[in-house]
């Protein structure tokens, strides 16, 4: 979707930032990455990784059905 300004909480930012962390500390398979929106933790479990923080509801959308 791309993003016009500033992200509080990235998602993808904290996964990265998880994924470097992971490659120095191997034994390490939960991460806390403070981001401006609020803390977010990203937990590896095996193959699956789990990204899980608050939520605060900002506005609504509404879509069409062709996009």
Same mark, same amino acid.
């Given at each position: ?32 990455? +403070? ?5 977010? $933790?990203?937990?590896?479990? &095996? *193959?699956?990784?789990? +990204? ?5 509801? $900002?506005?609504?959308?509404? &879509? *069409?059905?062709?996009?």
């Amino acid at each position: 979707r791309g993003v016009e300004d500033f992200t509080q909480a990235c998602g993808t930012g904290a996964f990265a930032a998880a994924l470097a962390i992971r490659a120095r500390l191997k034994d390490q398979v939960e991460f806390q990455v +403070m981001m401006p929106g609020g803390l977010l $933790l990203v937990k590896e479990n &095996g *193959s699956n990784w789990i +990204m899980t923080g608050p939520v605060d509801k $900002l506005g609504e959308w509404q &879509g *069409s059905k062709n996009g």
